[in-house]
């Protein structure tokens, strides 16, 4: 009998994934638990060190092609056991991905080892106040200065904002209008003129900043990828960690369905239990059925990305849309079945309520997915 969610054993996967995902499993049921969340920003510091000390942060790091089936694993593993910890591995692969895609081989060999190591803290700064899902339009400026770069702007939602040690940040450069006029840079955290303009609180408690940028100074040498080519660079690593926003997800979702299980199986109702309500039972049902076509998008997905071949756009959106949405009404099925205890401060399922909610909207909200499938669609169609 398998368990619902990922299958390791499924023909998407290899040896390696089995290992890890078992290896993994293991490590996080002994070492992780419930988020303390007063000061996260200290608890992500221990998470990434604690990640990095026992090698899985070698994972989020490459020197090109990322291994997106095992991002995937790695995922959908801490995020069953912590959302915080998730968080602090996921953000080492999103704020570096660009340098381990896009980076020179000087680039890669100055940073790459200190974000596996979990010495240094990694972020990815797109979102400005006026503009999220269309980051065509960034306003934050870098204007040539003989061989340097002034920068000037303002970045909001940025995870690790406040703590991060490398920035991967996005400036416009007037290359072109629109698109083809942004570059990627490299920004250290201590570089002078970047500032921590506010820490903002979110529902399920993250470190998250509005950074300020104001004369910012850096090289030519900082730029990741050709000048111009940020857009790329930053659609590129978002469509690869796109699928693993799914997988955490995942590991969410089947959170929610054990403690649904453990819970109806203990709680009375009439003369037997709440499982053995038919109810009950067919919203279990529905939940394990939605969880494991997840599972398949995600694998999919993922799989598809390793190979390398083709435009996985669609894939990687519908993995993101199908297990962010269900995940949401998986959870909430089970804060349901919990009665008052699911709605209730410092219960497994109220937390898993709180720490869903985002992933429908980060890194390309539900709505610009499907914007993605359907006009892949509609290109193929017309083709
Ligand atoms: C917890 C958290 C962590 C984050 N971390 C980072 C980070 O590390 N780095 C970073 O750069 N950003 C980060 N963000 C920002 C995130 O990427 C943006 O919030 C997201 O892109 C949406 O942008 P917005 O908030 O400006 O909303 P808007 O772009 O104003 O969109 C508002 C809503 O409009 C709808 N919408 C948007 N586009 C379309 C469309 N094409 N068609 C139909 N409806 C649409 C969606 O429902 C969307 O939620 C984070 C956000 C959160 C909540």
Known sequence: MT????????????????????????????????SHGDDVEAEV?????????????GLTIADGALDVRSLAIARSTLSYHSGLADFAFAMQGLGSGAISLFGTARQRAQYLSQVASGQSIAAFAMTEPATGSDAAIISTTATRDGDDY?????????????????????????????ARGISAFILPGDTPGLEVAERIEAIAPHPLARLTLTGVRLPSSAILGAPGEGFKVAMQTLTLFRVTVGAAAL??????LDEAIVFSNNRKLGLGTLA???????????????????????ARAAWAQDKGDGDNRRAAAMAKLHATEEAQRVIDMAVQLHGGMGVTKGSMVESLYREIRALRIYEGASEVQRVIIARDLLKEHAA
């Open 150 to 178: 002034i920068i000037n702007g303002e970045k909001t939602y940025i995870s690790n904002g406040a703590i991060a040690d490398v920035i991967t940040l996005f400036a416009r450069t007037g290359e072109a209008d629109g």
């Open 276 to 298: 053995d309500n038919a109810v009950t039972q067919a919203n279990l049902a529905e939940m394990a059925t939605a969880i494991d076509a997840s599972a398949l998008l995600i």
């Open 251 to 256: 590991g969410f979702a089947l959170r929610a």
């Open 3 to 34: 368990k619902p969610g990922m299958d390791l054993d499924w023909p998407f996967f290899d040896t390696r994934h089995r290992m890890l995902g078992r290896e993994l499993e293991s490590w996080a049921a002994a070492n992780l638990g419930p």
């Open 45 to 57: 510091r221990a998470l990434v060190s604690k990640l990095g000390h026992a090698g899985f942060l």
